[in-house]
C-alpha cells in the first residue's frame, strides 16, 4: 500500500551546489532539468494566526491570491488578484471556492500582510529506469525582502510525488538521506516558521482568550491581579488597531476584555480597598461606554446583507439611506474613540491600572491588604463559581412563561458573568469537567444572546423611524425599516418561545450534576 503523498525537504549544508549533486552520484533515477525561475510571495495570515493553526497559508504570488497546504506547500485554491494590499477581508474577494474558503478560516478577521519573501527555484523532472515521471525535485532559495533588501533565510531541496509513486520517491528520499546528512526540514510548515521568526513575527502571539494556569493554594489577590493582567495585554494589543480600521474583532476583544474586568473587579472583593475599587470601576466603565455607539455601528453594519435579504425586492433597494447614515455615523465614532484612546487621561488611567496590578503581583501581602484578598485561590473561585450558577438557576426558574424583554436581558448579563468566572478560573479545575459545563452554559447563552440582539435591534430601528418626523419624507426608508421591525419581531418571539426549552436542557440533572463535580473538585 502507498505511503500518504507527501512532499520531502532537506536542507543541505553551506556551499551546496545542485548540479554538482545531481551528477555526483549514481541515483536510482535520472533528473531532467525543466526550468529556473524567481517568484515573489507575499503571505498573509489573520491577527489570530487562523489560517496557520489550520494548517494553512496565504499568498500573493504572480498576480494570483493562493491558499496554500502548509505540510505540503501545495497550492489548493487560487484567483487572479492584481493588488498586494496591506490587508483585505474575505468578503471582498468575488464569490468563489477560495472566498467561501477564507471566510470559513478568518470568520470576520481581516488577513493582514506578515512578510514578503522572494524564491528562487530550479526544477527538475525526475524519471525512472522506463524514462517515466515519477515526481518532481525543487531546489529553492527563500530569501526576505525587509526596506528594500534581501535577506537569505533557507535553501531546501524538495522531493515531490506524483500520485502512485510515493514508494518510489520515498526511496530516493532515503539515498538523499545518506548523501546529505544534516539537518532536514519535514515540511513547507518549517520554512514557513523560519520566515517569520525571520521577519520577527511571532506566530500565536495573540489570544482573546485568557489561560493562565493559576496555582490553587495562591491567594486570590496574586491570581486577580494577574488575570486583570492578562485582560490589559489583550486590551493593549488592540487598542493601536482600532483606529487603523482593519476589521471590527479589535474593537469586539477590547470591550470583551474591558467586560471581564469590570466583571472581576465588581465581583470578587478583597483586591483592593473599597476606595480604589469604584475609581477602578468607574474608569474601566467609562472606557466601555465610550465605544458603545462604535460598536454598535459595527453590529448593524455587519448584518447588512441579512438585512437586504430579510426585505422583498421592492423594499431592499430604499434601505440604503440607512445604511449610509450608519457609516458616517461610525466613522465619526471610530476617530472620536481613537482620539480617546490617544488621550492623556486614558494613557494615564491605563499606566496607573498597570501599575497597581503589578505591585500586587509582586507582592500580594504588602500594604494592607484585605481578609478576603488573601484566601486560597481556589476556594474563593469556587466560591463565586457556585453564586453566579445558583443565580443564573433562580432567576431563569423565577421567569412566567412569557418572559419579558427585560427578564431575559438580565438572565443573559448573570450567564455573562457565570461565563467569565469558568473561563478565567478554567486552569483549576480538570478539563473533562470545566469543558462540558462550559458548552452547556454557552447553549443558553447563545438563546439569550439572540433574543436580545433582536430586542436590541428593533429598539434601534425604531429610534431611526422616529427621528425621520423631522426630515423631509421618503416613505420607501420608512416601509423598509418597519418592515425589519416586524420581521425582527417575529424572530424574538421564536427566540422566546425557544427559551424555555433552551433553559430546561441547561437546568437538569446532568448539568446540576457536572457542577457539582466542578465545586468538589
Same mark, same amino acid.
Given at each position: ?369 484585605? *481578609? +478576603?484578598? !488573601?484566601?486560597?485561590?481556589? =476556594? ?5 463559581? &457556585? %453564586? $453566579?450558577? @445558583? ?86 426608508? *420608512? +416601509?423598509? !425599516?418597519?418592515?425589519?421591525? =416586524? ?5 424574538? &418571539? %421564536? $427566540?422566546? @418561545? ?24
Amino acid at each position: 500500500m502507498d505511503v500518504a503523498l507527501k512532499t520531502i525537504y532537506f536542507k543541505p549544508g553551506e556551499g551546496f551546489d545542485i548540479e554538482s549533486f545531481l551528477n555526483s552520484s549514481a541515483f536510482p533515477v535520472r533528473f531532467r532539468p525543466e526550468q529556473r525561475r524567481k517568484e515573489r510571495r507575499i503571505f498573509y495570515d489573520t491577527f489570530e494566526w487562523q489560517f496557520f493553526n489550520q494548517g494553512l497559508a496565504v499568498a500573493i504570488t504572480g498576480r494570483r491570491l493562493v491558499l496554500l497546504d502548509l505540510q505540503s506547500g501545495i497550492e489548493r485554491l487560487s484567483i487572479p488578484f492584481l493588488s498586494t494590499p496591506g490587508h483585505f477581508l474575505p468578503a471582498t474577494l468575488t464569490p468563489g471556492a477560495l472566498r467561501t474558503e477564507l471566510e470559513t478560516t478568518a470568520g470576520l478577521r481581516a488577513l493582514l500582510r506578515r512578510c514578503t519573501v522572494d524564491t528562487e527555484v530550479f526544477r527538475a523532472r525526475i524519471l525512472d529506469s522506463e524514462e517515466k515521471t515519477i515526481g518532481f525535485l525543487l531546489w529553492e532559495c527563500f530569501a526576505l525582502i525587509r526596506k528594500g533588501e534581501k535577506e537569505p533565510v533557507i535553501r531546501t531541496l524538495a522531493l515531490k510525488p506524483l500520485k502512485g509513486f510515493q514508494n518510489e520517491i520515498r526511496d530516493l528520499a532515503r539515498h538523499f538521506e545518506d548523501l546529505l546528512g544534516g539537518e532536514c526540514v519535514s515540511e513547507f510548515r518549517d520554512i514557513f516558521t523560519m520566515l517569520m521568526e525571520t521577519a520577527g513575527r511571532r506566530i500565536n502571539d495573540y489570544s482573546a482568550k485568557i489561560t493562565l494556569a493559576l496555582r490553587p493554594g495562591d491567594p486570590v489577590r496574586k491570581s486577580v491581579a494577574a488575570l486583570l493582567l492578562a485582560a490589559l495585554g489583550v486590551m493593549k494589543r488592540n487598542e493601536g488597531w482600532i483606529g487603523m480600521d482593519v476589521d471590527t474583532e479589535f474593537l469586539h476583544d477590547y470591550r470583551v476584555a474591558v467586560r471581564r474586568t469590570r466583571s472581576v473587579i465588581s465581583r470578587i472583593g478583597g483586591i483592593f480597598d473599597p476606595e480604589t475599587t469604584e475609581t477602578c470601576s468607574r474608569a474601566f466603565r467609562e472606557a466601555g461606554n465610550r465605544c458603545n455607539a462604535f460598536r454598535d455601528s459595527d453590529v448593524y453594519l455587519l448584518m447588512e446583507s441579512e438585512y437586504r435579504a430579510m426585505l422583498p425586492l421592492s423594499l431592499a433597494g430604499h434601505i440604503d439611506p440607512f445604511f449610509r447614515d450608519l457609516r458616517a455615523a461610525r466613522t465619526s465614532e471610530r476617530r472620536r474613540f481613537s482620539a480617546y484612546l490617544r488621550s492623556k487621561t486614558y494613557s494615564g488611567m491605563i499606566a496607573g491600572w498597570e501599575r497597581l496590578l503589578e505591585e500586587v503581583l509582586d507582592n500580594p501581602y504588602g500594604g494592607t491588604p484585605p *481578609a +478576603a484578598g !488573601l484566601e486560597p485561590t481556589l =476556594s474563593v473561585a469556587k466560591k463565586h463559581i &457556585e %453564586k $453566579a450558577w @445558583k443565580k443564573v438557576v433562580r432567576h431563569g426558574r423565577a421567569i412566567p412563561s412569557e418572559a419579558s424583554d427585560d427578564e431575559l436581558h438580565m438572565l443573559r448579563i448573570d450567564c455573562k458573568r457565570l461565563r467569565y468566572l469558568l473561563e478565567l478560573f478554567s486552569s483549576l479545575f480538570p478539563d473533562k469537567t470545566i469543558g462540558p459545563v462550559v458548552r452547556h452554559l454557552k447553549e443558553l447563552q447563545e438563546n439569550l444572546g439572540m433574543f436580545v440582539d433582536l430586542a436590541v435591534q428593533q429598539r434601534y430601528l425604531l429610534t431611526c423611524l422616529e427621528g425621520m418626523k423631522g426630515k423631509p419624507p421618503n416613505p420607501e426608508l *420608512a +416601509a423598509a !425599516l418597519g418592515g425589519l421591525v =416586524s420581521l425582527l419581531h417575529l424572530r424574538q &418571539e %421564536k $427566540a422566546r @418561545k425557544a427559551f424555555h426549552h433552551t433553559f430546561r436542557l441547561f437546568d437538569n440533572d446532568e448539568t446540576g450534576t457536572l457542577f457539582r463535580e466542578l465545586l468538589n473538585s
